[in-house]
């Protein structure tokens, strides 16, 4: 049924071209679990996000990250409510400390020396994240396919920040100038960042990652490739639409124009956590300072029987640059 409201927006033009685009372009893409193939979710009202107390060293003064991360924040917030259940609520840095994939609070780390997670013992490795990235965010799921009610609830996401390969800045201020590093604009990407935390994924594939078969649009629509959606872009509005979402996966040096989600990403939210089923439940992370005596109260779960059926997906944000798409930017 969405598809075909979707679809009225292309009106005749859809009609006319059905016959030379091979798919439509995805107007939103949920996440899916791997064994099961069901979108991931909330089961609770609240996620807590927190930065790591060390941002952004000389690169970007400490106000002006936190002014992007909340400004990000507030950028889905304002828009979700109040059609969605869900809240992202910002805390504020507290310590400096390695992310962890089992304490529900979705942590925000730059990286500097090492665009990689370090080795949590001696007997483990270094999880390092593809260098094109400027950002991954990883999302912890309870992987039960055969418990429906359970499977695909996200319990736990991270967000970590390439600052190794990649200058993070203000895109709307003049450029720092003798920096060899390519310019991202940091709300732009965590904008998209904070789309994963919410279970979407892109709205196109990356020409090297495979979609499994069952990964599908929100109109049952294979998803196509991300060069498949900018040659789509010029004769189908979805496939545009579907360019400038937020859950687009790559972007220029310095754009800041996906730091508001569309109506097609909202929508994506939505659709899994509408107002009406809110289940109204937000508890502060046991490891967030001072809430310790809240996290005592919260075994909701035999923890070892949870943790046990984590699964974990990693979805990375690109910066490409392209300098066609460049240009084509410019174009009035
Ligand atoms: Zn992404």
């Known amino acids: 049924m969405r598809a075909l409201l979707a679809a009225s927006l292309l009106c005749g033009l859809a009609g006319s071209i059905a016959t030379v685009i091979p798919m439509e372009a995805s107007a939103y893409v949920r996440t899916r679990t791997k064994a099961s193939c069901r979108p ?3 089961a609770q009202t609240c996620i807590f996000l927190q930065p790591d107390a060390e941002l952004l060293r000389t690169d970007m003064a400490s106000d002006a990250v936190l002014d992007a991360i909340q400004g990000a924040i507030r950028s889905w917030n304002d828009r979700l409510d109040p059609s969605s259940f869900l809240r992202l609520y910002y805390l504020p840095p507290s310590e400096s400390k390695e992310v962890s994939q089992t304490d529900r ?4 780390k730059f990286r500097f020396e090492r665009w990689c997670r ?6 483990s490795s270094p999880i390092c994240f593809d260098p094109a990235a400027t950002a991954v965010t990883t999302v912890t799921f309870l992987n039960k396919p055969t418990e429906p009610e359970q499977d ?3 319990v736990d996401t991270d967000i970590d920040l390439n600052a190794v390969g990649y200058r993070f800045v203000d895109g709307s201020l003049p450029f720092p100038v003798g920096e060899k590093r390519p310019l991202v ?3 732009n990407v965590l904008t998209h960042e904070l789309g994963h935390v919410q279970g979407l994924d892109h709205t196109c594939s990356l020409d090297f990652g495979s979609v499994p078969a069952c990964m599908t649009d929100d109109k049952g629509a294979a998803i196509p490739s991300c060069t498949e959606l900018d040659n789509m872009r010029r004769t189908s509005q979805s496939a545009e639409s579907a360019y400038q979402a937020a859950m687009y996966p790559t972007s220029v040096a310095g754009e800041y124009s996906r ?8 929508a994506g939210v939505i659709s899994t956590h509408p107002a009406f089923s809110d289940p109204q439940i937000c508890k502060i992370p046991s490891v967030v300072s001072g809430c310790q005596a809240a996290a005592q109260r919260a075994p909701h779960q035999d923890a070892a029987h949870l943790w046990a059926l984590l699964s974990m997906l990693c979805l990375p944000f690109l910066l490409m640059l392209r300098l066609r798409r460049k240009s084509e930017l410019r174009t009035p």
């Open 118 to 123: 370090p080795a949590k013992d001696a007997s």
């Open 152 to 154: 695909g609830q996200i």
């Open 105 to 108: 609070l979705g942590s925000i």
């Open 185 to 187: 604009d940091l709300w």
């Open 40 to 42: 991931l979710r909330w």
């Open 259 to 266: 730091r508001i989600p569309t109506s097609d990403d909202l």
